[in-house]
């Protein structure tokens, strides 16, 4: 008898724990609140990274592109089919769809002027050819066309700029890539980093980490989508 009283005793206690703990989870008191879609982290002080490309993530419908690899630009048209199909579709304004591409590993090409093409020879390292020459470019063919149909022209850097898509560029990956243009070059990585950097694009963010870039713009509520090619 006195085991079943304190089995019994044991199993009141419990579900009454249960009962505090789900009471107070529906006060707010158990866990603190999420951080908000507004919450903006401050870089320290000494930091070359800007968190403000989150500022821009204000539509209703907003789509993380995570792109690590080149592959000839593919996902710059599948960033035009999203806009155009919540354009053609559904009747959505643009200025209410946000898309972020985040660039890691060799997609890193894509966010780089001719100039850097043409120093470091992108082209013949990466293996991108120059749709005019047919040979290696020493050109960001991905920038702007003007040859092909409407289709081609609008899945290009310049066009997709315009339409307010965030581009990111992951630091880690620049390293990296740095060390192997170095190697093949025998040149100094160090000295190849500061270039490409200063070699980006404008209007693209220098961002520390691509897995931190991809958390914030997932804290800031857009979704995802990795990019096979």
């Not at 703990?21 to 903006?40: C, D, H, N, S, Y």
């Not at 040859?147 to 310049?158: C, L, Q, R, V």
Request: hydrophobic share 45%; charged share 20%.
């Amino acid at each position: 008898m006195d085991d079943l009283l304190t089995s019994s005793t044991r199993r009141r206690g419990f579900l009454a724990r249960i009962g505090a703990a789900a009471t107070a989870l529906l006060a707010g008191a158990a866990f603190p609140a999420p951080a908000t879609a507004t919450t903006r982290l401050k870089p320290n002080a000494d930091s070359p990274f800007d968190e403000t490309w989150v500022d821009h993530l204000t539509g209703k419908h907003r789509q993380l592109f995570d792109a690590n690899a080149h592959n000839n630009a593919a996902v710059l048209g599948q960033m035009r089919n999203f806009f155009n199909t919540y354009r053609d579709v559904y009747g959505v304004a643009e200025k209410d769809v946000n898309v972020v591409l985040q660039l890691h590993g060799s997609a890193f090409v894509l966010a780089v002027n001719d100039a850097t093409w043409t120093k470091y020879k992108l082209g013949e390292f990466y293996k991108v050819d120059d749709p005019q020459t047919k040979g290696p470019s020493l050109r960001n063919p991905f920038v702007a066309v003007t040859e092909g149909d409407d289709a081609a022209k609008e899945a290009t850097i310049s066009v997709l700029l315009g339409r307010g898509v965030t581009f990111l560029v992951c630091n880690n990956t620049l390293i990296k890539q740095s060390k192997a243009l170095a190697k093949a070059r025998g040149e100094d990585a160090a000295v190849i980093l500061e270039e490409i950097k200063k070699g980006l694009l404008p209007g693209f963010y220098l961002v520390p980490a691509a897995m931190v870039a991809m958390n914030r713009a997932h804290e800031h509520g857009c979704s995802y989508v990795f990019v096979s090619g």
